[in-house]
């Protein structure tokens, strides 16, 4: 069974960092593109930032570009989110996902297994 277990949100100050986690279960992760979205309140979910199958190519949305980064480590079965310089505006469910088939960047509503999510908050 496919599990997608979030960890790492909390609550930051404005230009703070936070590593959020993605841990599978039920399948190899360094066989899949690997997703983080988020979703604010009254926002749509939006993407953040994917990785191509054995740590392949990166990709993030214009306001991750230059503050987050993504990786792999393969021995964990876990996909990372590292972000830097948070903003207020960042505030949101952070939610991993992948899907059965290859596409990086790829929108929300193809992917095929979610995590919980975890929340992010950003204090001005």
């Known amino acids: 069974q496919v599990q997608l277990v979030e960890s790492g949100g909390g609550t930051v100050q404005n230009g703070g960092s936070l590593r959020l986690s993605c841990t599978a279960s039920?399948?190899?992760?360094?066989?899949?593109?690997m997703h983080w979205f988020r979703q604010a309140p009254g926002k749509e979910r939006e993407g953040v930032s994917c990785?191509?199958?054995?740590?392949?190519?990166?990709d993030y949305a214009d306001f991750a570009k230059g503050r987050f980064t993504i990786y792999m480590d393969n021995a964990a079965n876990t996909v990372y989110l590292q972000m830097n310089s948070l903003k207020p505006e960042d505030s949101a469910t952070y939610y991993c996902?992948?899907?059965?088939?290859?596409?990086?960047?790829?929108?929300?509503?193809?992917?095929?297994?979610w995590g919980k999510g975890t929340l992010v908050t950003v204090s001005s």
């Open positions: 996902a992948t899907r059965r088939y290859a596409g990086c960047p790829t929108d929300h509503s193809d992917m095929h297994f």
């Open positions: 039920g399948f190899t992760l360094a066989y899949n593109d």
């Open positions: 990785i191509g199958r054995h740590g392949g190519k990166p």
